[in-house]
């Protein structure tokens, strides 16, 4: 079974910091794109990252306008994971963060990172960000 599971949430002042974590199991890691969201209190999941297959891509990442400049993805195909760097934190990229694999294999990331391309996600990993 495929099975996530995202780690490196906190707290943090604005301005700060923080390295999430996903690490995957049960399918072919470095045949499918992996996405990072993210739900605040009372909103939708938005799409923050996603990272295109290594097999076909080569990793290409793309962002959310609201997280460019300030978060970076990245994958470690012998450990499995997928990270995602937050730096520049805002109090709004407060939310649980979640990462997410497609019910299938698949390669290349749409610059619209959309939840509903995605079949299984992790537990999320809480991140506030606060003065």
């Known amino acids: 079974q495929v099975h996530l599971v995202e780690s490196g949430g906190g707290l943090v002042q604005p301005g700060g910091s923080l390295r999430l974590s996903c690490v995957a199991s049960?399918?072919?890691?470095?045949?499918?794109?992996i996405g990072w969201f993210r739900q605040a209190p009372g909103k939708e999941r938005e799409g923050v990252s996603c990272?295109?297959?290594?097999?076909?891509?080569?990793?290409?990442?793309y962002y959310a306008d609201s997280v460019k400049g300030r978060f970076t993805v990245s994958r470690d195909t012998a450990k499995n994971t997928v990270y995602l760097q937050m730096n520049s934190l805002k109090s709004e990229d407060t939310g649980v963060y979640y990462c997410?694999?497609?019910?299938?294999?698949?390669?290349?990331?749409?610059?619209?990172?959309?939840?509903?391309?995605?079949?299984?996600w992790g537990q999320g990993t809480q991140v506030t960000v606060s003065s």
């Open positions: 990272i295109s297959s290594i097999s076909k891509f080569d990793g290409t990442t």
């Open positions: 997410a694999v497609p019910p299938g294999p698949h390669h290349y990331c749409s610059d619209n990172i959309w939840p509903g391309d995605y079949a299984s």
């Open positions: 049960g399918f072919a890691f470095d045949n499918y794109i």
